[in-house]
């Protein structure tokens, strides 16, 4: 399978800062990538779908000028949580997806937030 | 929302073979049915997937009933490593976003 990577793997942070979670493609081109988050036991919930050099979409309920997304590049999409609260504590998953292997979606290990 | 629908929990002892069910009673004929698991505190993996045939891999095997409305993933040795929320999805190959469900969690007891 394919590899990817998120750092940091996990983060704690104060109410009102931003935290930058990077997700890289290790072996192969993300052509879109998929975040999504979770909340403690519950499932995967989509956050927003991001093409290459386009702008994210982000879905319902998500606000875009808060969990800003770049992917700039094949290999590299970043999420900025900004001004957290408490309440943005949770698990974020990237999913690049190979566009070269059938379009196959892959995950990255996963980044847990923490924020007092 | 999830197309799928899946026991909350299961146990499987140790060295057993574990059949996790799944309905999928509205999927499309372009509708491919994947399985994934979770392990706690980890981004989901890929276990396996198919359109209609039967598949095996060295991870697993999924039986698609001849109707395609249900499935069941097998894992023919279960281990300890083996617990896990294993995720049943529906989706068309590479066009849509994965959509996760609730799952089912599968403990492995020794």
């Known amino acids: 399978g394919a590899v990817v990577s998120q750092h940091p793997s996990r983060v704690i942070c104060k109410s009102g800062t931003s935290v930058k979670i990077e997700c890289r493609s290790l072996d192969f081109q993300a052509t879109t990538m998929f975040w999504y988050r979770q909340f403690p036991k519950q499932s995967l919930m989509l956050m927003a779908t991001s093409n290459e050099g386009s702008k994210a979409t982000y879905e319902q309920g998500v606000e875009k000028d808060k969990f800003l997304i770049n992917h700039a590049s094949l290999t590299l999409s970043t999420l900025t949580v900004t001004s957290a609260h408490p309440e943005d504590s949770s698990f974020y998953i990237c999913s690049p997806r190979d566009s070269g292997r059938k379009n196959e979606q892959f995950f990255g290990p996963g980044t847990r937030l923490t924020v007092l | ?110």
């Open chain 2, 1 to 110: 929302d999830a197309k799928t629908t899946q026991p909350p929990s299961m146990d499987c002892a140790e060295g057993r073979a574990a059949n996790l069910p799944c309905n999928h009673s509205t999927i499309s004929g372009n509708e491919y049915v994947y399985w994934y698991r979770q392990i706690h505190s980890q981004g989901p993996q890929y276990i396996i997937h198919g359109l209609k045939n039967n598949e095996t891999n060295e991870m697993a095997s999924l039986i698609i009933t001849e109707d395609r409305k249900s499935s069941t993933l097998i894992l023919p040795h279960a281990t300890l490593r083996d617990t896990a929320v294993y995720y049943c999805i529906v989706s068309t190959s590479g066009n849509t976003p994965l959509v996760f469900g609730k799952g089912t969690r599968l403990s492995v007891i020794a």
